[in-house]
């Protein structure tokens, strides 16, 4: 089955402590992204990567950090999480975001979600 | 600065009636418009999504309406469901710079 996959799905920690979530794609995705979900904020993307080896920063990346080693994972590092990133996390892929030449936009495929809370 | 603007925050639609959620963005850059549907407790996923070059864009009950002199589009969905209920994401992509924004979202509730 195509999916996106994220672990853990649920974690509390506290402050300071590193964290690691994963994010995993079966569909030889080159496209994943991270994005937050908060109330009232909707997705804001936090980073992304276009392919394996080459990550950028979208609108939020402070306080994270993300590597891409190889095509299918793409794991969102927190190195001293702070409470202001209790969270909804998506994981998220594509084919590619889109072609502009062509005019087409590529779905992306999001995964289930990790709720972080840290206190 | 936020770069795309969603509007309403919730909306409340009799079955059958029509949806309408809007959204305005600002930066020119963005060449790919998409609407992403989210039910509580899953990821988003891809409803619709329109080009810039293209006034309007429809998939079964679903229709993007585009005004590219304006920075604005939206989303109407007729004969609304409660099958429909969820929230709404509107989406402004820059494709080759990889980089997405999204709404506030609209969380949409139809009455049976």
């Known amino acids: 089955e195509a999916q996106v996959t994220q672990n853990p799905r649920y974690l509390i920690t506290v402050t300071g402590k590193k964290l690691t979530v994963t994010c995993s794609q079966n569909?030889?995705?080159?496209?994943m992204s991270w994005y937050r979900q908060d109330p009232g904020l909707g997705l804001r993307q936090i980073y992304y990567s276009m392919n394996v080896e080459v990550t950028d920063k979208g609108d939020v990346p402070e306080g994270y950090k993300v590597s891409r080693k190889e095509k299918r994972n793409f794991p969102l590092i927190l190195e001293s999480p702070s409470p202001n990133q209790t969270s909804l996390y998506f994981c998220?892929?594509?084919?590619?975001?889109?072609?502009?030449?062509?005019?087409?936009?590529?779905?992306?495929?999001f995964g289930p979600g990790t709720r972080l809370t840290v206190l | 600065q936020q770069q795309v603007k969603q509007s309403p925050q919730s909306l409340i639609v009799q079955k059958g009636g029509i949806s309408i959620i809007n959204c305005a963005y600002e930066n020119t850059a963005f060449d790919y418009f998409p609407w992403y549907q989210q039910f509580p407790g899953k990821g988003p996923a891809l409803l619709i999504a329109i080009r810039p070059d293209v006034s309007e864009k429809k998939e079964g009950r679903f229709t993007i309406s585009f005004n590219k002199s304006a920075k604005q589009f939206s989303l109407h969905i007729m004969d609304s469901q409660p099958g429909d209920s969820a929230t709404y994401f509107c989406a402004a992509s820059n494709i080759d710079a990889g980089k997405s924004t999204f709404g506030d979202g609209t969380t949409l509730t139809v009455k049976p």
């Open positions: 998220a892929s594509s084919l590619s975001l889109g072609d502009s030449l062509r005019g087409s936009y590529n779905e992306q495929f």
């Open positions: 569909m030889n995705h080159e496209y």
